[in-house]
């Protein structure tokens, strides 16, 4: 009876994933990933003595690619800032936008117990209009 008992709870601790073999190192810390994403210009025309220093990007899905392993991702907010945790590694940045990416690291190192910030610029696209030139 003893024995049953003492199989069922080294079963148990090994379903549990609570033991660990001799020799073998628990998983190492995520780093955690954060910043705020704003696009430029903000209009068309600003008024003389307004400058804009963007528009927050929400709901802009940010990809995470770390070689061939899947992508992990996360989404800007309303405000335009975003947060993941992340295994550590290096990973390829893409946002999944139509607009280009003027400043922000687009490769990240991500190690163990890290805190990143990495804020990006995008380029809206929105330009004032050019006059039609005169037909000759």
Request: net charge positive; charged share 15%; hydrophobic share 40%.
């Amino acid at each position: 009876m003893k024995n049953v008992l003492l199989g069922a709870v080294v079963l148990l601790a090994v379903a549990c994933g609570a033991y660990r073999f001799p020799g073998e190192s628990p998983a190492p810390a995520a780093g955690s990933v954060s910043g705020r994403v704003l696009a430029v210009p903000c209009a068309p025309v600003e008024k003389p003595g307004t400058s804009c220093a963007g528009r927050p990007v929400p709901n802009l899905e940010i990809d995470y690619l770390d070689g061939a392993k899947d992508a992990q991702r996360t989404y800007t907010d309303a405000a335009g800032r975003y947060s993941i945790s992340l295994p550590p590694a290096t990973y390829a940045v893409t946002l999944k936008t139509y607009m280009r990416v003027l400043s922000g690291p687009l490769k990240l190192e991500v190690g163990a117990g890290s805190i990143t910030v990495a804020d990006y610029l995008l380029d809206s696209g929105i330009r004032v209009p050019v006059a039609a030139l005169p037909n000759s």
